[in-house]
C-alpha cells in the first residue's frame, strides 16, 4: 500500500478540496496523511476517514511563519514513513521537494492557486522574488503536477518547462434530491475569505442601493474591517456575518439564496486565470451567480449559461443582482442549467484523473 503524505497551511478544518482528494485517494487504496498547521481556534477533525497531523507554531504569520512552519515540516517529513509527498502551493513545497530528494521518494505539486500573482503580493517585490525563485528551484524537481484549471496549467508548463495536469475543483455529487426552500426575500450569498481582492467592498456598496439580503460565510484578514464597512453604510440589517461553518451547514445555507456571488479583483493574474470552488458550489446548489468576466469562467459558461458575468463596477454589480430578480423566466433558466451542469461536472468523475495520476507511480 503506497504511503502519501499531503502538506499544507491551513487548521484543515475547512479545506475541502484537500478532503475530498484525501478521501478520493485513501477509498483507492492508498495510505493518507494530510498535515496542516494548528492554530489557537483549530476545530476538532477527529471524523476524517484519513490520518492528519497539525503542527503547531510559535509564529503565525509573515517570513517568520514561513521559515518555522518550513523547517518544522522539513524534519517531520524526514523521519515519517512515505512513498509520495505531495506539497500543496509554494507555502510548503521546499521542504517535500528536498526531502523528498534525500530519501528518494516522488513528489508531486498540487498548485490551489497562481500563487506568485495573488493579491497579497501585489507592491511587495523582495517577497514576490522570493516566492519566484523558490518556484524556479523546485517546481522542475517535482515528479507530477495539477493545478486547478486550464489556464493557469498552460502558464505553469510555458513557464517552468513542465507537464502540469488540471483537476478541478468540483464537489461531490449529492445523490439527494431534496432541494431547500429559498428565502422569500431576496438574499445574496458569498462563501469562502473574506480577503483582499474578493470584492466585497464594492458588494457593499451595492447593497446600499439593492432591496436585498446578503450572507457572507467566511472569515479572512479583511473580516474586521468589511464589519466596519458595513456599520458605516448604515445596513447591518441587511447583512448577516455567518463566519466559519461546516461544509455540509455551508451547502444547506447556499442553497437557500437566491443569487451567489463569485466577483474578483482583475489586476491579480491569480483571480483572473482562476476557476474557483465557490463557482462549483452554487452550480451544485442550483443557484445562478454572478461570476467575473474571466477566462475560464466565460469559457464554462459558453458551455452550461449558469452565471450572469460581469466586471467589479458597482453600477454592474447592482445592474446584474436586478436582472435576475427581475427576469424570472432568464432565472430559471440558469438553475435548470445548474441542475444539468453538476451532473457531468462533478468530483466523482473528477477525482478518477486524480487517482490515475498516483496510480502512475
Known sequence: MKRIIFTVTNDLSYDQRMQRICNSLNNAGFKVKLIGRKLKNSQPIDRLAFE???IKCIFNSGFLFYAEYN????????????????????????????????????????????????PELENRKLTKSIWEKIAKFTI???????????????????????????????PLLNENKKQ????????????GAINKGRGLEQLIEAMTYLDVKLIIAGEGNLSEHIRMLVESKGIKE???????????????????????????????????????????SYIHAEIPSISSNFPEYNSF?????VSYLTDLKVKNIIKAVNYLIDNKEKYKQLKT???????IFNWQ?????????????
Open 71 to 118: 523547517l518544522r515540516l522539513f524534519f517531520y517529513l524526514l523521519f515519517q514513513p512515505f512513498d509520495i509527498v505531495c506539497s500543496i502551493d509554494l507555502d510548503t513545497i521546499l521542504p517535500g521537494v528536498l526531502v523528498a530528494k534525500l530519501r528518494l521518494k516522488k513528489c508531486v505539486y498540487d498548485a490551489h492557486e497562481y500563487f506568485t500573482e495573488v
Open 238 to 280: 441587511k447583512v448577516k456575518f455567518k463566519g466559519y461553518i461546516n461544509p455540509q451547514e455551508l451547502e444547506e445555507l447556499t442553497k437557500t439564496a437566491t443569487i451567489a456571488y463569485n466577483l474578483l479583483e482583475k489586476s491579480s493574474l491569480s483571480y483572473y486565470y482562476s476557476l474557483g470552488n465557490k463557482f462549483f
Open 301 to 305: 459558461n459558453n458551455k452550461f449559461e
Open 52 to 54: 492528519s497531523k497539525r
Open 180 to 191: 431547500l426552500t429559498q428565502k422569500k426575500h431576496p438574499t445574496i450569498i458569498y462563501q
Open 337 to 343: 442549467n445548474c441542475s444539468k451542469a453538476k451532473e
Open 140 to 170: 522542475p524537481k517535482t515528479d507530477k503536477r495539477y493545478t486547478v484549471s486550464n489556464s493557469i496549467a498552460e502558464i505553469f508548463n510555458k513557464k517552468y518547462n513542465v507537464d502540469f495536469k488540471t483537476i478541478m475543483n468540483f
Open 349 to 361: 468523475k473528477e477525482s478518477l484523473k486524480l487517482i490515475k495520476i498516483y496510480n502512475e507511480f
